[in-house]
Protein backbone atom coordinates (compact mmCIF):
# COMPACT_ATOMS: atom_id res chain seq x y z
CA UNK A 1 0.00 0.00 0.00
CA UNK A 2 2.89 2.46 0.68
CA UNK A 3 5.21 1.43 -2.44
CA UNK A 4 5.14 1.53 -5.99
CA UNK A 5 7.38 1.26 -8.87
CA UNK A 6 7.58 2.77 -12.55
CA UNK A 7 9.74 3.91 -15.04
CA UNK A 8 10.98 7.02 -16.66
CA UNK A 9 11.88 8.34 -20.32
CA UNK A 10 13.99 11.38 -20.66
CA UNK A 11 15.18 13.20 -23.52
CA UNK A 12 17.41 16.32 -23.70
CA UNK A 13 18.43 18.25 -26.09
CA UNK A 14 20.42 21.80 -27.08
CA UNK A 15 23.35 23.86 -27.28
CA UNK A 16 26.10 23.29 -24.91
CA UNK A 17 28.06 26.33 -25.60
CA UNK A 18 30.74 24.78 -28.01
CA UNK A 19 28.95 22.21 -29.91
CA UNK A 20 25.26 20.51 -30.01
CA UNK A 21 24.30 17.67 -27.00
CA UNK A 22 21.66 14.67 -26.81
CA UNK A 23 20.66 13.21 -23.89
CA UNK A 24 18.23 9.87 -24.10
CA UNK A 25 17.69 8.63 -20.03
CA UNK A 26 15.60 5.50 -19.04
CA UNK A 27 15.49 4.86 -15.11
CA UNK A 28 13.36 1.88 -12.81
CA UNK A 29 12.16 3.22 -9.97
CA UNK A 30 11.23 2.71 -6.15
CA UNK A 31 8.79 4.60 -3.90
CA UNK A 32 7.69 4.98 -0.52
CA UNK A 33 4.75 6.84 0.43
CA UNK A 34 4.19 7.68 3.90
CA UNK A 35 0.44 8.33 3.98
CA UNK A 36 -0.57 5.68 0.99
CA UNK A 37 0.10 5.36 -2.75
CA UNK A 38 1.22 8.92 -4.22
CA UNK A 39 0.69 11.15 -0.96
CA UNK A 40 2.72 12.45 2.15
CA UNK A 41 6.71 12.62 2.70
CA UNK A 42 8.23 10.20 -0.05
CA UNK A 43 11.25 8.91 -0.84
CA UNK A 44 12.70 7.18 -4.04
CA UNK A 45 15.65 5.23 -5.15
CA UNK A 46 16.06 5.48 -9.36
CA UNK A 47 18.69 3.02 -11.49
CA UNK A 48 19.50 3.65 -15.16
CA UNK A 49 21.44 4.45 -18.04
CA UNK A 50 22.25 8.18 -19.59
CA UNK A 51 22.85 7.54 -23.70
CA UNK A 52 24.65 10.88 -24.77
CA UNK A 53 25.76 11.89 -28.03
CA UNK A 54 27.23 15.37 -28.85
CA UNK A 55 29.00 17.03 -31.41
CA UNK A 56 32.03 19.77 -30.58
CA UNK A 57 33.90 21.52 -32.71
CA UNK A 58 37.74 21.22 -32.02
CA UNK A 59 39.97 24.31 -34.40
CA UNK A 60 37.22 23.87 -37.14
CA UNK A 61 37.47 19.84 -37.11
CA UNK A 62 33.88 18.51 -36.17
CA UNK A 63 34.02 15.65 -33.58
CA UNK A 64 30.93 13.51 -32.59
CA UNK A 65 31.26 11.28 -29.82
CA UNK A 66 28.78 9.02 -28.26
CA UNK A 67 28.88 7.62 -24.41
CA UNK A 68 26.77 5.57 -22.17
CA UNK A 69 26.36 6.38 -18.88
CA UNK A 70 25.30 3.98 -15.04
CA UNK A 71 23.18 6.46 -12.95
CA UNK A 72 21.52 6.28 -9.36
CA UNK A 73 19.42 9.20 -8.31
CA UNK A 74 18.00 9.66 -4.48
CA UNK A 75 15.56 12.00 -3.67
CA UNK A 76 13.35 12.50 -1.00
CA UNK A 77 10.44 14.92 -0.84
CA UNK A 78 6.04 15.49 -0.64
CA UNK A 79 3.66 14.60 -2.29
CA UNK A 80 -0.36 15.94 -2.91
CA UNK A 81 -2.88 14.06 -4.30
CA UNK A 82 -5.31 16.44 -6.75
CA UNK A 83 -7.46 13.98 -7.45
CA UNK A 84 -8.19 10.48 -7.84
CA UNK A 85 -5.64 10.37 -10.96
CA UNK A 86 -3.19 13.52 -10.47
CA UNK A 87 -0.68 13.96 -7.76
CA UNK A 88 2.03 17.26 -7.65
CA UNK A 89 5.00 16.50 -5.85
CA UNK A 90 8.32 18.06 -4.96
CA UNK A 91 11.73 16.42 -3.67
CA UNK A 92 16.12 17.36 -3.53
CA UNK A 93 18.36 15.19 -3.81
CA UNK A 94 21.23 13.69 -5.24
CA UNK A 95 22.55 12.01 -8.40
CA UNK A 96 25.11 10.72 -9.51
CA UNK A 97 26.87 9.46 -12.58
CA UNK A 98 30.43 7.73 -13.69
CA UNK A 99 32.86 9.85 -14.44
CA UNK A 100 33.45 9.33 -18.19
CA UNK A 101 32.37 12.80 -19.21
CA UNK A 102 35.69 13.91 -17.95
CA UNK A 103 37.04 12.49 -21.32
CA UNK A 104 35.30 15.45 -23.00
CA UNK A 105 35.81 18.24 -21.03
CA UNK A 106 33.44 20.75 -22.37
CA UNK A 107 30.93 18.88 -20.74
CA UNK A 108 31.61 18.34 -16.80
CA UNK A 109 28.48 17.23 -15.13
CA UNK A 110 29.65 13.77 -13.89
CA UNK A 111 30.01 12.74 -10.35
CA UNK A 112 27.65 13.35 -7.90
CA UNK A 113 25.10 16.79 -7.97
CA UNK A 114 21.92 17.96 -6.33
CA UNK A 115 18.93 17.53 -7.69
CA UNK A 116 15.13 19.69 -7.03
CA UNK A 117 12.32 17.89 -9.12
CA UNK A 118 9.09 19.28 -9.32
CA UNK A 119 6.74 16.64 -10.45
CA UNK A 120 3.29 16.34 -11.73
CA UNK A 121 2.32 12.60 -11.98
CA UNK A 122 -0.86 10.94 -12.93
CA UNK A 123 -2.10 6.88 -11.77
CA UNK A 124 -4.06 4.80 -12.68
Do not use: C
Not at 6 to 14: A, K, M, P, W
Not at 62 to 84: A, C, E, H, M, Q
Not at 89 to 102: D, L, P, S
Amino acid sequence: KHLSGGISLGIIRGDAGVGTMGVFSTMLSGNYYEKGPYEGWWGSVNVGIYRITGRINKMGIPWRYRFTSPTILVTGGYRYKLNDHFNIGGAIGVQYMTRWMELVPAFQFSGIKPVIIIDLGFNF
